[in-house]
């Protein structure tokens, strides 16, 4: 015998679904992390030493002009991104999402975190 669920049920569990499955990870930011400001941005200085740091610790994954491959390895000029906050992308770029290939880089001192968010607000 097969059970059946009313319509109400199935739309409420579609609708669920959809929800966890188009949730930004920015919805996991702490408001205190969501909310800080980059203390480095204004300064043309700081983009060109972010450039620098990019180079070395981002490239390999998003590609030179941050545009990703397309598949795995994600754009970064994407409206999601620019999207968010200095603050988000700083605590995005301390913890890392491993489950999906981004490691942490909470090695990398915050001021350097900083250049690197700089240089990506730079880019066109």
Not at 68 to 91: C, F, H, I, N
Request: aromatic share 8%; with cysteine; hydrophobic share 40%.
């Amino acid at each position: 015998m097969v059970k059946r669920f009313p319509a109400a049920v199935f739309l409420a569990l579609s609708f669920g679904a959809f929800l966890a499955a188009t949730a930004s990870h920015w919805d996991t930011v702490p408001a205190r992390d969501h909310a800080r400001t980059n203390p480095l941005a204004g300064k043309p200085e700081t983009a060109v030493a972010g450039a620098l740091l990019y180079r070395e610790h981002c490239q390999q994954c998003h590609a030179a002009d941050a545009q990703g491959d397309g598949q795995k390895k994600p754009s970064l000029r994407t409206a999601s991104v620019r999207g968010a906050t200095d603050g988000d992308l700083e605590w995005f770029l301390r913890q890392g999402d491993l489950k999906h290939g981004m490691p942490s880089w909470s090695n990398l001192p915050q001021a350097q975190r900083w250049q690197i968010i700089a240089y990506l607000r730079s880019l066109p």
